[in-house]
């Protein structure tokens, strides 16, 4: 089940300072919704200004055509409002997102997921 899917810019990468060797954070915008995406740059090749689609999947999803997937679990989901802030981790690589409520409905605790992201030509 898909639980998110929007186009997003990357408006800034590692804006706090470079942590690791070969990962680096993105800082993503959609018109409604902000994404920090800890990624592994020796796989993905990033820039800021890049257009990228952001697919968010319920379950662990081996077949997505996309140039990186990435396989995590939600560890915390904070309603406020009309929004919702989702924390989820990559083994370690976090996704840090805040979101309206009705752009993630269904999202729990724990739940497994499946992130890709596709470049925007």
Same mark, same amino acid.
């Given at each position: ?7 997003? !810019? ?6 706090? +300072?470079?942590? $690791?060797? !070969? ?7 959609? #018109?409604?919704i @902000? ?13 800021? *200004?890049? &257009? ?6 319920? +379950? ?7 140039? $990186?997937? &990435? $396989? *995590?679990?939600? $560890? %915390? ?7 919702? %802030?989702?924390?989820? %981790?990559? =083994? +370690? ?5 805040? &979101? #309206?409520?009705? &752009?993630? !409905? =269904?999202? =729990?605790d !724990?739940?497994?997921? @499946? ?7």
């Amino acid at each position: 089940m898909q639980i998110l899917a929007d186009n997003f !810019k990357i408006t800034d990468i590692d804006k706090e +300072g470079k942590l $690791y060797t !070969k990962v680096s954070r993105i800082y993503m915008q959609s #018109p409604t919704i @902000s994404i920090a995406l800890d990624y592994n740059t020796t796989l993905c090749k990033l820039q800021m *200004g890049h &257009a990228v689609e952001v697919r968010i999947f319920r +379950g662990i999803h081996e077949n997505i055509d996309c140039f $990186y997937l &990435a $396989y *995590g679990r939600i $560890y %915390s989901v904070e309603p406020r409002d009309n929004r919702v %802030s989702i924390t989820a %981790s990559f =083994g +370690g690589l976090l996704l840090i997102m805040d &979101a #309206p409520q009705e &752009a993630v !409905k =269904g999202v =729990g605790d !724990k739940d497994d997921i @499946s992130l890709a992201l596709t470049f925007i030509l």
